[in-house]
């Protein structure tokens, strides 16, 4: 079992940054993956990026590649999604989520996720 709990969440304006962080915890391998999702009201979860814990590869979502960043740190087992010009429509709960599979786009390859941090960027 993995436990995952999001913080970082907040209220900024256009332009702004904010970082998300992911704790994760439990029975969990180096060769799992762990993503960021995001939620906006009336919208599917979508993929915004994956880190493969072990090695650090990355990909991310067309619509943030460039402003987000995703990354990770061994010693503290935390995933963090640092979110740079950050736009209105990137409102949304952002969810992290472990894939016991490795890396993946597709939500439903996701095994674990976490309660979610609200985003709002405001105009």
């Known amino acids: 079992q993995v436990q995952l709990v999001e913080s970082g969440g907040g209220l900024v304006q256009a332009g702004g940054s904010l970082r998300l962080s992911c704790a994760v915890s439990g029975y969990f391998f180096k060769s799992y993956a762990v993503g960021w999702f995001r939620q906006a009201p009336g919208k599917e979860r979508e993929f915004v990026a994956v880190i493969m814990w072990s090695g650090g590869s990355t990909s991310y979502a067309d619509s943030v590649k460039g402003r987000f960043t995703i990354s990770r740190d061994n010693a503290k087992n935390t995933v963090y999604l640092q979110m740079n010009t950050l736009k209105p429509e990137d409102t949304a709960v952002y969810y992290c989520?472990?894939?016991?599979?490795?890396?993946?786009?597709?939500?439903?390859?996701?095994?674990?996720w976490g309660q979610g941090t609200q985003v709002t960027v405001s105009s």
């Open positions: 989520a472990v894939a016991i599979r490795g890396p993946s786009t597709n939500r439903r390859d996701y095994n674990y």
